[in-house]
């Protein structure tokens, strides 16, 4: 093939790919739920599965988060996880609401609190999914970047959970990026 013809066929290929790429619906601007009782929400959670992330990389399994409310309205958050060697991984954190007194959408910041004035060291944690017991929980950001299913107990019954994970796929997820987290306790 004469080399401009090709050029041209692959520019053309280049464009029908992106014309295709275009028509693919972008999901609509995630919204968490309409409230949360945080003082409800508070206490221990298992990780049921999590879209793949590089801070919990070193995770291999155990993980579990437990929130408390501290006497100034913010929340105090401790992560934890089994490493490879056994041990445990901690990662302490405070979490500010965002917005009403029951809205679902808080800040939360790993990073030192000397360094809590800085807007960038602040994370989204939109709660996106809670079940009316408060025992089964999707979380996540606008981007859809990260995603935690947690819940009160470290087992979930299968068709509670495959209901919650239908109704993240309506909500733009792409569920087969979930990764599911071993609970050993």
């Known amino acids: 093939m004469h080399p401009l013809r090709k050029a041209a066929v692959s520019v053309l290929l280049c464009l029908g790919a992106t014309q295709a790429l ?16 945080v003082q409800r929400y508070m ?3 298992y990780e049921i599965s999590h879209y793949p992330n590089w801070f919990q990389k070193k995770c291999q399994g ?4 437990e929130y408390a409310l501290k006497d100034n309205g913010e929340v105090q958050v401790v992560n934890r996880c089994r490493l490879e060697n056994g041990e445990t991984n901690v990662a302490s954190a405070v979490g500010r609401q965002v917005g009403g007194a ?11 609190a000397w360094l809590s004035f800085i807007p960038a060291v ?17 979380v996540s950001e606008p981007k ?22 239908a109704r ?6 792409d569920v087969s990026k979930l990764v599911t987290t071993k609970q050993m306790d």
């Open 43 to 45: 206490g221990k959670w």
């Open 122 to 138: 602040w994370g989204d944690y939109w709660v996106v999914d809670l079940d009316p017991e408060y025992s089964l929980v999707a």
């Open 22 to 37: 275009a028509e693919v619906p972008s999901p609509p601007p995630l919204a968490s739920v309409a409230s949360l009782d």
């Open 102 to 112: 029951d809205s679902a959408r808080l800040k939360v910041s790993f990073a030192p």
């Open 144 to 165: 859809r970047e990260y995603l935690w299913v947690l819940s009160r107990t470290p087992q979930v019954d299968a068709a509670r959970y495959t209901a919650l994970l």
């Open 62 to 65: 155990a993980s579990r988060a």
């Open 168 to 173: 993240l796929e309506g909500l733009g997820f």
